[in-house]
């Protein structure tokens, strides 16, 4: 008998390409929120390939429009207009926020990052760039850089210069020990003296998500981001928004950042904009655009099949009504975990917005002690019931539940209902 795929994936792939569960799965088809594994047993997905498959497994106008793309031409690179990849740039520009217009395509979030960190310092004259605490920006070596958890930066590697890391608002395990809203906001003021000690006192920009992804959806309160952008204003800086996880209209309104009422000026957007293609994009304005001059050339970026996928994505999400799909889900959604958080003392927190939600799990309610090894257990308690969740976290014990904007409200409730199962069999 031949090795498994579990076996060849341990001996071909790389030790850190890690899976979830004691016994992985191998998913082979999936459509809508169900998803099937190898062995031909459903599963209702409410992680989404990382919040990736925002419109769902194998939606109809995705693929009809990949097809049709496909049997045209696969592949030409920048060096070529491409009508597709143009329409996309308006698209974008035509539906984020403020002055945003100037787009640039590559092929992930990690390069949609990094981009936009140029851009800012090209633009700006200045170098250092600011990341929060429990950021996750990617896998590349800028991109590990920004990132504020040591467990997502591999061992001896000499990181890239430049980059500040300031407080997170985790008012949950708030490092200045206050509660909001009493805390007068110190993790968003404590920025200025981290400029004023830590840097030449003249910043390229800030990169922050509005709801931290892989940190553990992490969500800032509602003043957090007007403190911090004008205080990164005064001295010279940017504003970064990732929006990788949370763009498009999984956290209720079309843009994450909208609920804080700022406008960014640069904004990097990946994973759910083409349901799966393989995609990433930075938007700017014509200011901070025209300041990057050079040679720039992405092979796959502004692919026309991604392309494709991108704007079938987007003609769903808007026919469908998808963000507002997602407020009134993540309502029902939010009341059934806290309804959960009542009755299981293990869930310390119950946070996040609409499809992008998070149960922080602890010990002990009152001293707070992470509790990763739980999550395990729920983990597979989930898999054996036929529900898949995610799980991130600076201590590894917050779990994600991030189902694909389509999700009705009779899969939310299906969803809470195994979650209660697998909470009651944790002991």
């Known amino acids: 008998m031949g090795k498994s795929l579990k076996d060849r994936h341990r001996e071909f792939m790389l030790p850190s390409v890690t899976t979830y569960y004691k016994e992985p799965l191998e998913l082979v088809s999936g459509s809508g929120l169900h998803v099937k594994d190898a062995e031909g047993r459903e599963y209702l997905d409410f992680f989404g390939g990382i919040l990736t498959t925002s419109v769902g497994h194998c939606h109809p106008k995705v693929v009809d429009a990949v097809v049709d793309q496909v049997q045209k031409i696969a592949h030409t690179s920048t060096l070529y207009l491409s009508e597709p990849m143009v329409r996309l740039a308006e698209k974008l520009a035509e539906i984020t926020p403020g002055n945003l217009k100037r787009c640039v395509f590559t092929n992930s979030g990690t390069e949609a990052n990094e981009t936009a960190v140029l851009l800012a310092r090209t633009a700006t004259k200045n170098y250092e760039i600011i990341a929060l605490r429990h950021a996750y920006s990617g896998r590349s070596l800028l991109a590990m850089s920004l990132t504020g958890q040591s467990s997502w930066r591999l061992e001896g590697t000499q990181f890239a210069g430049g980059v500040k890391h300031a407080h997170n608002p985790y008012c949950y395990r708030c490092a200045f020990d206050r509660t909001y809203p009493s805390c007068d906001l110190l993790c968003a003021k404590d920025l200025e003296e981290l400029i004023e000690t830590t840097t030449t006192g003249r910043v390229a920009g800030l990169i922050a998500e509005p709801i931290q992804g892989v940190g553990g959806f992490i969500t800032p309160p509602k003043e957090y ?11 010279g800086g940017l504003f970064i928004c990732d929006e990788v996880q949370t763009g498009f209209g999984r956290t209720g309104k079309r843009f994450g950042i909208e609920h804080w009422e700022v406008q960014p000026d640069i904004m990097t957007f990946a994973k759910g904009l083409a349901n799966g293609a393989p995609i990433g994009a930075t938007i700017t304005t014509d200011e901070v655009a025209e300041a990057f001059r050079g040679l720039s ?6 692919n026309p099949v991604s392309m494709r996928a991108a704007l079938a994505t987007l003609e769903v ?9 997602c407020a009134a889900g993540g309502k029902v959604l939010s009341d059934g975990l806290r309804a959960l958080q009542e009755k299981y003392p293990i869930i310390g927190e119950v946070r996040g917005m609409g499809y992008m939600q998070g ?11 992470p509790a990763p090894d739980l999550v395990i257990k729920i983990f ?34 299906e969803a809470l209902r195994i979650l209660d199962e697998s909470f009651a069999q944790v002991k």
């Not at 999400?317 to 507002?324: D, F, T, W």
């Open 225 to 235: 981001f007007k403190v911090v952008t004008e205080i990164l204003k005064k001295y």
């Open 297 to 302: 050339i992405t092979t796959f970026g502004g």
């Open 317 to 325: 999400i808007e026919e469908e009504h998808l963000a507002e799909n």
């Open 359 to 369: 149960l922080e799990i602890v010990k002990d309610p009152v001293t707070k002690e």
């Open 380 to 413: 597979e308690n989930t898999k054996e019931r036929g529900l898949l969740i995610g799980k991130g976290g600076y201590f590894g014990n917050v779990i994600r539940i991030t189902p694909p904007m389509t999700a009705t409200k009779t899969e939310v409730q």
